[in-house]
């Protein structure tokens, strides 16, 4: 990583602005608004997603993207499916969900790697995995299926616990979980990682999994699109672009925290972002790119990846079969743009 890291910051150095780093796009779709569908929310791990789109995009030569905010993981990837927007960062679990049922849908390119989340529990209840199959011992998830419970499944399988052993309350809202968790009505919740500071200084709470020690790669969201309009060439070089300014700014990210913050704050949707101060923003920056990899330089996005979480799904239910790989995910625009980019 380190010689990209070099690579990246002499062309911050230098000065070097959108329209110069992509000088092939910036004139084949001058002008061209893309309408993309996004989450419902931005958190720190979003930035270099929303600074490539709503930045880097028109710094080259696109006008302002049209963005509609979307809560529901699954309905974005139905929205995309009937061709309501160009792209959305779909779901992976929804999404190869869909291609199973026949929908013509495919993954183009990577919003982030890994999550930012962590399953964190109650340490007075469960004190090693074999806890949770104390019916008392609750997990509570917003819903079974959804990409952190299929997650949570490969997890808790690694440490011999079938999660259908387990008791899963669904409850909407971060906060509500947070609070039950709390109150002792359920012994573990997943939680994004620079909350669980302040959780453990509330009781005797601890993390019992961060993914990105459990998984060699986590694929939470990618860019998804229909493929009647994928057809199109002007389509598919918009793709390309699409997919270097995402790794330009993934590779910014990582190698600059200035630019990370500077788009936290403008872009992030949590309480009090704009005036989040460095002391607080730095960790969350370093513990995104140096140990959970969010961002990786080469835009982590082979179809290999896909394949080896397939067993994993599987064991979860959220797939199946065997999805067609070769059509649910397609990796040649990503391979483009690093061929563009050099």
């Given at each position: 990583?380190?010689t990209s890291?070099?690579?990246?910051l002499?062309l911050?150095?230098a000065?070097?602005?959108g329209?110069?780093i992509?000088?092939?796009?910036?004139r084949?779709?001058k002008?061209?608004s893309l309408?993309?569908e996004l989450?419902?929310?931005?958190?720190?791990i979003?930035m270099p997603e929303?600074?490539?789109i709503?930045?880097?995009?028109?710094?080259?030569?696109?006008?302002?993207?049209?963005?509609d905010?979307i809560?529901?993981?699954?309905?974005?990837?139905?929205?995309?499916?009937?061709?309501?927007a160009?792209?959305?960062?779909?779901?992976?679990?929804?999404?190869l969900?869909?291609?199973?049922a026949?929908?013509?849908?495919?993954?183009?390119g990577l919003?982030?790697?890994?999550t930012?989340?962590?399953l964190?529990?109650?340490?007075d209840?469960?004190?090693?995995?074999?806890?949770?199959?104390?019916t008392d011992?609750a997990?509570?998830?917003n819903?079974r299926?959804d990409?952190?419970y299929?997650?949570?499944?490969?997890?808790?399988?690694?440490?011999k616990?079938?999660?259908d052993?387990t008791?899963?309350?669904?409850?909407?809202g971060?906060?509500?979980?947070?609070?039950?968790?709390?109150?002792?009505r359920?012994a573990?919740?997943?939680?994004?990682?620079?909350?669980?500071d302040?959780?453990?200084?509330?009781?005797?709470?601890?993390?019992?999994?961060?993914?990105?020690?459990?998984?060699?790669?986590?694929?939470?969201?990618?860019?998804?699109?229909?493929?009647?309009?994928l057809a199109?060439?002007?389509?598919?070089?918009?793709?390309?672009?699409?997919?270097?300014?995402?790794?330009?700014?993934?590779?910014?990210?990582?190698?600059d925290?200035?630019?990370?913050?500077?788009g936290?704050?403008?872009?992030?949707?949590?309480?009090d972002?704009?005036?989040v101060?460095?002391a607080?923003?730095?960790?969350?920056?370093?513990?995104l790119?140096?140990?959970?990899?969010?961002w990786?330089?080469d835009g982590?996005?082979?179809?290999?990846?896909?394949?080896?979480?397939?067993?994993v799904?599987?064991?979860?239910?959220?797939i199946?079969?065997?999805?067609?790989l070769?059509?649910?995910?397609?990796p040649?625009?990503?391979?483009?743009?690093?061929?563009?980019?050099?």
């Amino acid at each position: 990583m380190q010689t990209s890291r070099r690579k990246t910051l002499a062309l911050l150095a230098a000065g070097i602005g959108g329209a110069m780093i992509f000088p092939a796009f910036a004139r084949a779709q001058k002008g061209r608004s893309l309408h993309l569908e996004l989450q419902g929310f931005s958190l720190g791990i979003h930035m270099p997603e929303l600074m490539a789109i709503r930045d880097l995009l028109v710094q080259a030569g696109y006008a302002a993207p049209k963005l509609d905010r979307i809560e529901s993981m699954q309905v974005l990837t139905q929205s995309i499916i009937a061709n309501s927007a160009e792209a959305g960062d779909s779901d992976i679990v929804s999404a190869l969900r869909a291609t199973e049922a026949g929908a013509k849908i495919t993954l183009v390119g990577l919003v982030y790697n890994s999550t930012d989340q962590v399953l964190a529990v109650n340490a007075d209840k469960i004190k090693s995995y074999a806890d949770f199959k104390n019916t008392d011992n609750a997990i509570a998830l917003n819903s079974r299926g959804d990409f952190i419970y299929v997650m949570l499944s490969g997890a808790l399988a690694r440490n011999k616990i079938d999660i259908d052993d387990t008791t899963i309350v669904e409850m909407g809202g971060s906060g509500s979980r947070l609070k039950a968790l709390l109150s002792g009505r359920v012994a573990a919740v997943p939680v994004h990682f620079n909350q669980s500071d302040d959780l453990m200084k509330q009781g005797n709470f601890k993390v019992l999994v961060e993914p990105w020690k459990v998984y060699d790669r986590w694929i939470s969201e990618a860019w998804a699109v229909n493929r009647s309009w994928l057809a199109d060439k002007d389509n598919q070089r918009a793709l390309v672009d699409l997919n270097k300014a995402m790794i330009t700014s993934f590779r910014r990210a990582n190698a600059d925290y200035s630019y990370f913050a500077a788009g936290y704050r403008k872009y992030a949707t949590e309480p009090d972002a704009a005036t989040v101060t460095d002391a607080a923003l730095r960790p969350v920056w370093q513990k995104l790119s140096t140990e959970v990899h969010a961002w990786p330089d080469d835009g982590g996005f082979k179809r290999e990846y896909f394949k080896e979480l397939l067993p994993v799904y599987r064991q979860a239910h959220a797939i199946k079969a065997e999805p067609d790989l070769n059509t649910a995910v397609d990796p040649r625009f990503v391979d483009q743009a690093l061929q563009e980019l050099g």
